[in-house]
């Protein structure tokens, strides 16, 4: 009886004493092993096109090399106990993204994207170190929600002062810069949607009023929430960026659906979804012709008028077959506009075929997935649906762009993160990333006898 008592004595204290594995090691390695493979494509692409390896692989490799070192020492030092796995997916996603972008410059002498885009990821991994390094704990964001989302419909209203792009005004260009500010405005959107709920979980969940088998919460305590969503939906409508407009519905949707536990909203959005696209697509011509593209994908080559963009794509998907044509010798360049930004995914699928493929959607899911076992570690709900909504960003994003290319879906707008053309969208992405490092390091902390700093 001595010997148990003192046994169970001395239990909680040796429980206490272990402390949890930091994992920076197996980081660092991952992060070579992704820089490594980038480098490598670069180097078959030239290999494919010219026989030779491209001039430039050796400042490609250490640049991209010191940039994920940069951004590993940070998580090193003020994120000791961070998801191993976020940074190097990252690192990895972005150094493909910039190696099809280049592949792809060399089918179009006249517009170059490869050298901005590498700009604007050194800014985008420069955002992460900040974030990384200043914001010591996520929960500080919650004191700033308002400020959050008056900030993100001003950056939703701001494109609508400038010209048309492509028929979309969702863009601002100023002596040739441009941003696109709606892509911003989904990460401050996250913000606020995770303090509100956070606040008024309860309320959501246990108050109101029951139609049939949902239980609606009171006016008072949804009428805000939905009130923000609407303006920020509505506004996009305007410019007709109905992408991002199906991304912050389904944001809504899922972090209401995490907050109160009550599977009817999931049921409601799906609904409202496909009576929202029904309407719309009879109003827009513009959406409508995208829901005729996806009805009948064929249907301009059998008009005798040539294979349109999705066509193209599906052709591409199809060429590259099991294991792919090869880094550079595919021709998804005949999709024409947006072969670096809507349709980059069109090319990997030509070049890598179904196995490169599949590799880059499980490099997402693992992404998504570690962003949601973060989430689910806190104990904290702020935390917890800040987590899930930025992890739900990156999942909506990919299954709309992916779905939308290989026919899935109807097409939309919008840029896959990390791989495609976009300078907001991997500055974006990356702040995410970052936030996602920082709730990882509090969630693990938390288990280690401490509480984040």
Same mark, same amino acid.
């Given at each position: 009886?001595?010997?148990?008592?003192?046994?169970?004595?001395?239990?909680?204290?040796?429980?206490?004493?272990? =402390?949890?594995?930091?994992?920076?090691? /197996?980081?660092?390695?991952?992060? &070579?092993?992704?820089?490594?493979?980038?480098?490598?494509?670069?180097?078959?692409?030239?290999?494919?096109?010219?026989?030779?390896?491209?001039?430039?692989?050796? $400042?490609? #490799?250490? *640049?991209?090399?010191?940039?994920?070192?940069?951004? %590993?020492?940070?998580?090193?030092?003020?994120?000791?106990?961070?998801?191993?796995?976020?940074?190097? /997916?990252?690192?990895?996603?972005? *150094?493909?993204?910039?190696?099809?972008?280049?592949?792809?410059?060399?089918?179009?002498? #006249? @517009? %170059?994207?490869?050298?901005?885009?590498?700009? +604007?990821?050194?800014?985008?991994?420069?955002?992460?170190?900040?974030?990384? !390094?200043?914001?010591?704990?996520?929960?500080?964001?919650?004191?700033?929600?308002?400020?959050?989302?008056?900030?993100?419909?001003? !950056?939703?209203?701001?494109?609508?002062?400038?010209?048309?792009?492509? *028929?979309?005004?969702? +863009? /601002?260009?100023? $002596?040739?810069?441009?941003?696109?500010?709606?892509?911003?405005?989904?990460?401050?959107?996250?913000?606020?949607?995770?303090?509100?709920?956070?606040?008024?979980?309860?309320?959501?969940?246990?108050?109101?009023?029951?139609? +049939?088998?949902?239980?609606?919460?009171?006016?008072?305590?949804?009428?805000?929430?939905?009130?923000? +969503?609407?303006?920020?939906? *509505?506004?996009?409508?305007?410019?007709? @960026?109905?992408?991002?407009?199906?991304?912050?519905?389904?944001?809504? &949707?899922?972090?209401?659906?995490?907050?109160? #536990?009550?599977?009817?909203?999931?049921? &409601?959005?799906?609904?409202?979804?496909?009576?929202?696209?029904?309407?719309?697509? =009879?109003?827009?011509?513009?959406?409508?012709?995208?829901?005729?593209?996806?009805? %009948?994908?064929?249907?301009?080559?059998?008009?005798?008028?040539?294979?349109?963009?999705?066509?193209?794509?599906?052709?591409?998907?199809?060429?590259?077959?099991?294991?792919?044509?090869? !880094? #550079?010798?595919?021709?998804?360049?005949? /999709?024409?506009?947006?072969?670096?930004?809507?349709?980059?995914?069109?090319?990997?699928?030509?070049?890598?075929?179904?196995?490169?493929?599949?590799?880059?959607?499980?490099?997402?899911? !693992?992404?998504?997935?570690?962003?949601?076992?973060?989430?689910?570690?806190?104990?904290?709900?702020?935390?917890?649906?800040?987590?899930?909504?930025?992890?739900?960003?990156? $999942?909506?994003?990919?299954?709309?762009?992916?779905?939308?290319?290989?026919?899935?879906?109807?097409?939309?707008?919008?840029?896959?993160?990390?791989?495609?053309?976009?300078?907001?969208?991997?500055?974006?992405?990356?702040?995410?990333?970052?936030?996602?490092?920082? &709730?990882?390091?509090?969630?693990?902390?938390?288990?280690?006898?401490?509480?984040?700093?």
């Amino acid at each position: 009886m001595s010997n148990a008592g003192t046994a169970a004595a001395a239990a909680p204290t040796a429980v206490a004493d272990v =402390r949890l594995p930091r994992r920076r090691g /197996i980081e660092l390695a991952l992060i &070579v092993l992704a820089v490594t493979l980038s480098v490598y494509g670069y180097c078959a692409v030239g290999l494919a096109r010219a026989g030779r390896v491209p001039p430039g692989a050796l $400042a490609y #490799g250490a *640049g991209l090399g010191v940039l994920a070192l940069v951004a %590993h020492l940070a998580v090193r030092l003020r994120a000791p106990y961070a998801d191993p796995l976020p940074l190097p /997916i990252g690192v990895l996603l972005n *150094g493909l993204g910039l190696v099809l972008i280049y592949r792809l410059d060399l089918e179009t002498p #006249g @517009d %170059h994207a490869a050298p901005a885009q590498l700009v +604007w990821s050194t800014l985008g991994v420069a955002l992460f170190i900040v974030v990384v !390094l200043l914001l010591r704990d996520h929960r500080v964001l919650q004191r700033y929600s308002y400020v959050c989302v008056v900030a993100a419909l001003v !950056l939703l209203l701001a494109p609508i002062l400038f010209p048309a792009v492509n *028929g979309a005004r969702i +863009w /601002i260009r100023v $002596a040739g810069f441009s941003i696109q500010p709606g892509e911003f405005a989904k990460v401050l959107l996250a913000v606020f949607f995770a303090a509100y709920l956070a606040a008024n979980r309860n309320a959501l969940a246990y108050t109101g009023r029951r139609i +049939w088998r949902m239980q609606f919460p009171t006016g008072r305590v949804l009428g805000p929430l939905v009130t923000i +969503w609407l303006l920020s939906v *509505g506004v996009l409508v305007l410019e007709r @960026d109905l992408g991002t407009s199906l991304l912050f519905f389904g944001l809504f &949707v899922m972090l209401l659906y995490v907050a109160t #536990g009550r599977t009817g909203w999931i049921a &409601v959005g799906l609904v409202l979804a496909v009576l929202g696209a029904v309407a719309v697509g =009879r109003v827009e011509p513009h959406v409508g012709a995208r829901i005729a593209d996806w009805l %009948h994908p064929f249907a301009t080559i059998e008009a005798g008028r040539g294979p349109n963009q999705l066509s193209q794509s599906l052709f591409a998907f199809a060429a590259g077959g099991l294991l792919g044509t090869g !880094l #550079g010798l595919g021709h998804s360049v005949l /999709i024409g506009f947006a072969t670096k930004s809507d349709f980059i995914l069109a090319t990997a699928g030509e070049e890598l075929g179904l196995a490169g493929l599949a590799a880059i959607i499980l490099l997402y899911a !693992l992404l998504v997935e570690r962003g949601y076992r973060a989430g689910l570690a806190l104990r904290e709900p702020f935390g917890r649906l800040l987590a899930v909504g930025l992890a739900s960003i990156l $999942a909506l994003q990919v299954f709309v762009i992916a779905g939308g290319v290989t026919g899935l879906i109807p097409l939309t707008g919008m840029a896959m993160p990390f791989l495609a053309q976009g300078g907001s969208s991997v500055v974006t992405n990356w702040a995410i990333v970052a936030l996602l490092i920082r &709730v990882s390091d509090s969630a693990r902390s938390q288990y280690d006898g401490r509480e984040a700093p």
